[in-house]
């Protein structure tokens, strides 16, 4: 069965030290998502992306946050310079189709910044 | 905007017992209504979706919901739970039509089910 997946599983890192999070989504899936979860909190939604652009982005994915689709078939996630409080479990997510479609789910990258 | 509240964080339950997750949302427009499944150091899974039609929907491993419009709710029901529905559940909305498609999560149930 077709599955996302991401890379790597936890990293830990400095306060700001840039970061890459990477996900292969479900290959003939157009619809890209990043969400995270604080630990106890809600999962949160970070960004959309279609067509190689951004279609939504929510109020936390502020300038240090950035997303790219570089080669087709990997996304990622950036954040520039990380925070305390960017510790979180990251859920990269695709779909076929919007609104009404199902969103897999990758297993998680967990970001701890010290 | 959306909201949506899962009104338990937690909820234990014997195992065979029947269970219901509750879930309620605020929204000015029509929308779609999900719950997913998280089972530990996994990613989220869907459960079952309502789009449109029978406001009773049937998901996988034996779940349904009933959307509830006038109460702005879609509670999760098993009539009988094992031992492996012990997870945690999330129920989450998006509206219809939006440009995006993302989805507004609940704070999260977690099951726990006991011998």
């Known amino acids: 069965e077709p599955e996302v997946t991401q890379t790597p599983s936890h990293q830990v890192t400095q306060m700001g030290q840039e970061v890459i999070l990477r996900c292969v989504p479900i290959?003939?899936?157009?619809?890209f998502y990043w969400y995270r979860q604080i630990l106890g909190q809600k999962v949160e939604f970070l960004v959309s992306?279609?067509?190689?652009?951004?279609?939504?982005k929510s109020e936390i994915f502020d300038d240090q946050f950035s997303v790219e689709r570089p080669d087709g078939s990997n996304f990622t996630l950036k954040i520039r310079s990380t925070k305390l409080e960017d510790s979180a479990m990251y859920f990269c997510?695709?779909?076929?189709?919007?609104?009404?479609?199902?969103?897999?789910f990758g297993e998680g990258s967990r970001l701890t910044v010290l | 905007a959306q909201s949506v509240t899962q009104l338990d964080s937690q909820v234990p339950v014997f195992e065979e017992a029947p269970v219901e997750l509750r879930c309620n949302y605020s929204?000015?427009?029509?929308?779609?209504l999900f719950w997913y499944v998280q089972y530990p150091n996994q990613g989220l899974q869907l459960l079952l979706k309502?789009?449109?039609?029978?406001?009773l929907v049937k998901g996988i491993n034996g779940f349904e919901a009933e959307f509830n419009k006038s109460q702005t709710s879609f509670h999760l029901r098993k009539p009988s739970v094992h031992i492996s529905d012990t997870a945690e559940y999330f129920c989450?909305?998006?509206?219809?039509?939006?440009?995006?498609?993302?989805?507004?999560f609940g704070q999260g149930t977690e099951l726990s089910v006991k011998p």
């Open positions: 997510a695709s779909s076929e189709a919007r609104g009404t479609g199902e969103l897999f």
């Open positions: 290959s003939n899936h157009l619809y």
């Open positions: 992306f279609y067509n190689n652009e951004i279609s939504e």
């Open positions: 929204s000015s427009v029509s929308v779609y």
């Open positions: 309502y789009l449109s039609g029978s406001t």
């Open positions: 989450a909305v998006t509206a219809v039509y939006n440009q995006g498609g993302k989805l507004i």
